[in-house]
């Protein structure tokens, strides 16, 4: 490993459980010791080629394996474009299906996540053509997109899962809010829309307003719904939220945590927390 993968490492720990699946499994035993079930996700994502869509299809099954004969509490969350959809819709179709029946034999959950704006719609008609006959599946929503509250919509109509967050990928501004406050306004918005119409969702946010405002609405409405956050960002809040809510900490592990700690770094407000808390240790 050369000096600077081997920074990009030390940083990158804050937000992985480390590079291989037996790490991720230790990391996930730790947390669901302390109440926070986990979303495993074995890193990868804008596949190109068939040989590493396979060879993620071959991790993806072996981690559904290990949950399941370690009894960890949680789910597991796959990208489109680690599973096939930068190739064909139907060769991610095939492979979103295959997992679907592993992951249902086995009792886990699969998120997709929502990835690039160019995928959204793709992503979206999978999942609803899937979901029926697989019960054991959502899909993330990012708020920051002007569309998502009519996607939430469509996907309330057919009784699908959403994790709701604000979104990790930057838009335009033809289809998407810019400042903070819009897309902070758009996801209670959706949240509302959430609490009127599904059973089942998510709340992935480590902001604590949109916390605080959720968990009142979970009396108003008299639901228990999920709490979502990121390994290493906020864990005092998961842990505190941990305490009377179904929480859940996303998880992701493998040798391919470049792209996800860039997007986690480029949340920059927050990059001078991050290298307080390595220096601090
Ligand atoms: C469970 C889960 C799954 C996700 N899945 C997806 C997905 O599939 N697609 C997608 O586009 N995005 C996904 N995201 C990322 C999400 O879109 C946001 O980029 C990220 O959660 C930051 O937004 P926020 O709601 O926490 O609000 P923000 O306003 O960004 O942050 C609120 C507060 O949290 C803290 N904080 C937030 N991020 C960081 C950080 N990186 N480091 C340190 N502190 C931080 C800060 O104190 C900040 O004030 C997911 C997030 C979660 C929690």
Redesign the pocket.
Known sequence: MSVIDSLGMLIARKWIAGEDLQHAIQEAKRLNSKKENV?MNYLGEDLKSKRLVEQNMAQIMRLLDEMHSKKIRGSI?VKPTQTGLVISRSYFEKNYSEILAKASRCGITVWL???QYLFVSSTISTYLKFHGRYKNTGI?I?AKLKRSLKDIERIARQKGMV?L?????KYPSTISFQD?RSVYNNYLRCMDYLFSHMERFMI????DS?IRIATDNEKKYRKKISF???KG??SSLAAKTAESEDM?V?LPYGEEWMKYSI??LS?WE?TK??IRSIIQG
């Open positions: 979303i969350a996540d929502m990835e993330c990012q994790r967050v604000k979104g990790a990928y903070k992935a946010t480590h902001d949109i979502g956050m990121l960002v906020r859940n996303y997007r986690r949340e927050h927390i991050i």
